[in-house]
């Protein structure tokens, strides 16, 4: 019966979004400057349609209907009731829903809260907007149906992967897919004002805010996944350069240049084109991230289960999108006139965007590159962090360097004086560095690039809180938090990169290993049983020979079974200064347990730096009045 | 006035003692730029697996033996492909992905300064 | 819409590159060696598994017109689907290199007593280092040679039916 209502509310999605499609036809012929009531109504319906259909599903797994096959999929009875949920939109098809949910939610607020802006290119968004809805709607009803229903039904669901759950990776794609689908907006936007050719000023303060949530939310999901990675995978990393978090990684850095851009766009009424640009490009990239994650194209430790058919149906709709948007915007484009003075703030607005475009094309070109390779020349390679750190790391120096000195440049005005003496200063820096690290011998070089920029950043932001609260201007707050927290995370990082001690070795119970300032006492091995699975719990006692600091830490190997899986939780001690990390797994067939032990300094002033980022951004969508 | 003491203490953060553990931290970087060829993207040192201990051992043998990070990996390639490195070598295969990323900062840059040059005119 | 020559390349571009995906679909995405044929086997030497004082090495295997190196152990189950067929080659005109890897000599013998012992020298490699020499990753794996050292065929996997006959086909 849940899979009758199901299809039905997705069924009556599809024809509100053709009837709206062609009432807003019909409304963009009509004079004046008002919408018709009844398009409004149109899309409160398909919301409320919409949001019910997902409701319907999560009702089948809190109840484990196994008549869907999604449940029967991806659920078990013994499931605790939280990660029942979370199973609705952890799987493929559960997903695709909440991203058609986003889609008509995201339609429907655009539509109610741009009221001040015009009538023609607010029908044309939402008739884009509609065209995504019916796209996407349309993939879910013939390939990736979450109501599909089985008969007989089975008595018992095939669970949900164990690694799954966990409360952060719950929360994850709900976060992340408000940013990657929230980006579908100002893509109909987009489109919509190059046809009804409303652009500069107004098309910025219409996308804005749309931006700029997106761009939370897309941060925060990020940071969400990399803790999680961290806590629930066992490697003691939090960015691999996978395929998949790449994939996320790509609109990340598009709606940034974006929301950089609209800025400038807003102020000056200038770089409208390119704006246009990244709008159209932000979407498309998000489609071809889901593409590359769902189509079964790469590998990955990340992917869904994979089946053909949906990477063609993907590919489809990517090209259809790619192409509209390519035409639109050759037949609607005009030229512009830039006028631009060098050395003030828009500048540094374009540099931003030529970096965020540098990092954003090369983590593209790593990701697509072997998949080219293995397509034309059937030899297969590997791209992964070596090749991304090595190729980005350098550039962000100068990235961040710029970020520390734009504060000094306000719109328009030159400020000749104060300029050449930071590229004075900045260049003595240089300098005593390479003194140093030639004298020293043992210092990265670059790591000492980064620290310093990092630092500079620092201490620039705090200087800036400073003045704020000397003059208690408030809109800067939030590029203060934001550019603040950036510089952090890059000296965190830079500084658990640089200093993280990490061994791998085997020992057997009852064994010693003593490491550069530790002493590791494999004490012994204990069983646990619990709900869904059985535990083996090794005791570790750890000496800091430093300080004589004896600390208890507890890895396990978890035996699920169902499904039959290993894993391997760490145990992971995090205190302010530093992370202790120990992993234990056994090599097969002998007494032997293989270890891995990391000491990472300051590895929780990451997330709060990454969180720091996140919170700037929230802090200026909820300040909104007082902008310039 | 205050640069100069931003600069200052920066200067001083030269001088934070560096601890580099030699062998480990090689023997870290090593097994991260090999990849697991039985998991799903995992590198030998991320993975658990029978395959990662067996690379782990052949590693550890090669650095007792004197050879280098390079000569490392070459003899790992030459057994099993390029497929078991993250980091592609720079040969014709590769030469693209290395060098596009800086073809287009450069191309940026000077698109970039042309629209910049186009008022000053 | 203005016809030039940048926006021609530009969407030359993009036809190439979601060309590209669709092929790309197709690929398979697991990896294997079997790209490594063609490349000679590196020197060795390993020891009998019974009889520490024996040993093979790469220039014994010059005598043979053809070897097939076959990697095996007494805990791997596929292993003992592929048995019976190296029983059967081990008539035909070809030697058959045993490596037993990370395994215990008696769970080994024990093994071979049970299902035949189709080799004609049963080496050890109980820490697996050598399998990496040989470009292995994993149990069952074969490798056939010929008299030159030069990988002929990659089986990777039990040996089954149509390899079988592919191996018979190779050695005539």
């Known amino acids: 019966m849940l899979s009758n209502i199901g299809i039905g509310l997705i069924v009556l999605v599809l024809i509100l979004s053709f009837l709206t499609i062609y009432t807003a036809s019909l409304d963009l012929k009509m004079p004046g400057q008002s919408i018709k009531k009844g398009i409004y109504k149109l899309s409160l319906f398909q919301t409320t349609f919409t949001v019910l259909s997902f409701f319907t599903l999560i009702i089948g797994f809190i109840n484990s209907d196994f008549s869907l096959s999604n449940v029967y999929e991806n659920s078990h009875t013994t499931k605790p009731l939280f990660y029942k949920i979370a199973g609705t939109w952890g799987n493929h098809e559960g997903s695709l829903l909440l991203w058609v949910n986003i889609l008509v939610i995201f339609s429907y607020l655009f539509l109610v809260f741009n009221h001040t802006h015009n009538k023609k290119f607010r029908l044309y968004t939402l008739i884009f907007q509609n065209i995504l809805i019916l796209g996407f709607s349309f993939f879910l009803l013939l390939n990736s149906n979450p109501f599909n229903s089985i008969y007989p039904i089975p008595l018992e669901g095939l669970g949900l992967n164990p690694i799954l759950q966990d409360p952060a990776l719950a929360i994850h794609p709900p976060l992340l897919y408000v940013g990657f689908v929230g980006c579908s907006i100002y893509f109909s936007a987009a489109m919509a004002s190059l046809i009804s050719d409303y652009r500069g000023k107004l098309f910025a303060q219409s996308i804005k805010t749309w931006v700029k949530i997106s761009w939370c939310f897309q941060t925060l999901g990020i940071t969400v996944g990399s803790i999680w990675a961290y806590y629930e995978l066992g490697w003691g990393g939090f960015w691999f350069w996978d395929p998949v978090e790449n994939a996320s990684l790509l609109p990340w850095f598009a709606i940034t240049a974006l929301m950089h851009s609209l800025i400038v766009l807003e102020k000056r009424n200038t770089l409208y084109s390119w704006v246009v640009i990244l709008c159209l490009s932000t979407f498309i990239l998000s489609v071809t991230g889901t593409f590359l994650v769902r189509s079964g194209i790469l590998n990955s430790v990340h992917t869904f289960a994979s089946d053909p058919s949906r990477g063609i149906y993907i590919l489809l709709f990517l090209s259809l999108m790619i192409f509209s948007s390519l035409i639109i915007f050759f037949t609607k484009y005009k030229k512009e006139t830039y006028n631009f003075n060098l050395k003030s703030r828009e500048t540094f607005i374009l540099a931003n965007n030529w970096f965020m475009v540098f990092f954003l094309l090369t983590v593209l070109i790593g990701t697509l590159y072997p998949i080219f390779l293995d397509v034309i020349t059937s030899v297969k390679i590997s791209v992964g962090p070596p090749f991304f750190n090595i190729v980005i790391v350098p550039l962000v120096v100068p990235f961040v360097f710029l970020m520390a000195i734009v504060p000094k440049f306000s719109w328009i005005k030159l400020q000749n004086k104060i300029f050449y003496k930071i590229l004075f200063l900045i260049l003595c820096g240089v300098i005593i560095n390479l003194f140093i690290s030639h004298f020293f011998g043992k210092y990265s070089f670059l790591s000492n690039l980064i620290f310093i920029v990092a630092i500079f950043l620092i201490l620039q932001s705090f200087l800036d809180i400073k003045k704020l609260i000397n003059k208690k201007k408030k809109p800067e707050l939030s590029r203060i938090i934001s550019h603040l927290g950036f510089g952090l995370l890059v000296f965190f990082i830079g500084i658990n990169h640089q200093f993280s001690l990490e061994e791998d070795f085997n020992l057997k119970v009852g064994e010693i290993k003593k490491t550069k300032n530790y002493e590791i006492n494999f004490e012994g091995i204990k069983i646990r049983e619990s709900k869904n699975y059985k535990a083996i719990v090794g005791n570790f006692k750890l000496i800091n020979e430093k300080n004589d600091l004896v600390q208890y830490l507890n890895p396990e190997i978890r035996i699920y079974s169902n499904p039959e899986t290993l894993t391997y939780e760490a145990a992971i001690k995090t205190k302010i200064t530093s992370d202790l990390y120990l992993t234990m797994s056994n090599v097969s067939r002998s007494d032997y347990y293989n270890i891995k032990f990391q000491n990472k300094p300051f590895m929780i002033w990451i997330w709060i730096s990454a969180l720091m980022i996140v919170i700037g951004g929230f802090t200026q969508l909820t300040l909104k009045k007082n902008e310039d | ?121 | 819409m203005k016809i030039n020559i940048s926006r021609i390349i530009i969407f030359c571009f993009v036809i190439f590159c979601l060309f590209v995906f669709w092929l790309g679909l197709k690929k398979n995405i697991n990896y294997d060696t079997e790209s490594l044929i063609g490349s000679r086997i590196s020197n060795f030497q390993l020891n009998e598994i019974n009889h520490n004082n024996q040993s093979i090495s790469e220039k014994d295997l010059k005598n043979n017109e053809f070897t097939l190196i076959n990697f095996f152990a007494s805990w791997c189950a596929p292993c003992r689907t592929e048995h019976k067929y190296l029983l059967k080659l081990s008539d035909k005109k070809i030697k058959i290199l045993g490596v037993n890897f990370k395994d215990k000599k008696s769970n080994a013998n024990k093994f071979l007593k049970e299902l035949g012992n189709p080799y004609d020298f049963v080496a050890k490699d109980s820490e697996g280092k050598a399998s990496v020499l040989f470009g292995i990753y994993g149990i069952p794996e074969s490798i056939l040679i010929d008299n030159n050292l030069t990988v002929i065929k990659k089986i990777i996997g039990p040996i089954d039916q149509s390899q079988y006959n592919e191996i018979l086909n190779l050695i005539r």
């Open chain 2, 1 to 121: 006035m205050k640069i100069k003491k931003i600069i200052f203490i920066i200067y001083l953060s030269f001088f934070v003692p560096l601890h580099t553990n030699e062998n480990s931290s090689e023997l870290s970087e090593i097994y991260k730029n090999l990849r697991c060829l039985i998991c799903q993207g995992q590198s030998i040192a991320d993975s658990n697996s029978d395959f990662a201990t067996t690379i782990k051992l052949v590693v550890q043998d090669l650095i007792n033996e004197g050879k280098t990070n390079d000569e490392i990996y070459s003899f790992l390639i030459s057994k099993y492909g390029e497929w078991i490195v993250y980091q592609p070598t720079f040969n014709k295969n590769n030469f693209l992905l290395w060098t596009l990323p800086y073809v287009v900062l450069v191309a940026g840059g000077f698109i970039i300064l042309f629209i910049i040059r186009k008022k000053q005119v």
